[in-house]
């Protein structure tokens, strides 16, 4: 896109490198992964500090890509300043169709916190094979976790979603506008994900840069953007 300075807007892209290379051309409309750390970390301090420090201990599991490394990265640097021991930081490939061996390593260390960092399918079965092997860690704090965010996740696996917390994107349940499109999206039985509003919004942000550039000229639409 930036070698044909084509206009370029970024829904769910949290890898940082993807606004801060220098591209004029790209604008992402979410917070992006070192923002979002910082908000979690920020809030796990709080709820455990609330809850008179029971969690002490952690285990990262992430996916192996820019996504999951970076953030295993961001933890490891920050939770030890915040007071957490991590007993170790396991990457898994993507696709992942077996996590007994990694849950058998979770049962052993017995973490007192599971931080997850990984896309549905792989969260999914992290969790559900978390249940079957009986591994009961205090919570499961994920950041960015791919399943713990979704509708379907609750609904499909209630019992392996209790106690599983998410630091992610999410809209206002307050704004009527939210709701509507909600609304909107679950009468096509569909799920209202993260992806669907924030792509959503990305296209309206396109729209409205289109209409105040009153031209299809892409330099136009890029600084249409820009302001």
């Known amino acids: 896109a930036a070698k044909h300075d084509i206009p ?14 220098g591209l004029t051309n790209t604008f992402r409309f979410g917070p ?7 908000t979690a970390i920020e809030n796990l301090v709080l709820i455990n500090g ?6 002490k201990t952690v285990m990262i599991i ?32 993507n696709p992942t169709r077996d996590f007994n061996n990694i849950v058998l ?18 969260f999914v079965l992290f969790m559900r094979t978390l249940k079957q092997q009986k591994v009961t860690s205090k919570a ?23 106690y599983v917390m998410d630091c992610n994107h999410w809209f206002d ?29 990305c296209v309206r942000l396109l729209a409205d840069a289109i209409e105040r550039a009153a031209s299809t000229d892409r330099a136009a639409i890029t600084h249409a953007l820009a302001t």
């Open 140 to 162: 499961t704090y994920a950041i960015l976790g791919g399943g713990a965010s979704s509708y379907r996740f609750v609904k499909e696996f209630p019992e392996v979603a209790q």
């Open 50 to 55: 609330n809850a008179g420090k029971p969690a």
């Open 62 to 93: 992430h996916e192996e890509s820019a996504f999951g490394s970076g953030m295993a990265k961001t933890l490891g640097e920050r939770l030890p300043k915040e007071g957490f021991q991590i007993l170790e930081t396991i990457s898994h490939a």
């Open 8 to 21: 370029h807007v970024v829904d769910v892209g949290v890898v940082d490198q993807v606004v801060t290379r």
């Open 173 to 201: 349940p307050r704004n009527p506008v939210a709701l509507e499109l909600k609304k909107k999206v679950e009468a096509k039985n569909l799920y209202f994900t993260y992806e669907v509003f924030l792509a959503h919004e």
């Open 32 to 38: 992006g992964l070192s923002k979002i750390v910082d």
């Open 105 to 122: 390593k979770v049962k052993a260390q017995k973490p007192d916190l599971v931080i997850p960092a990984n896309y549905y399918n792989e």
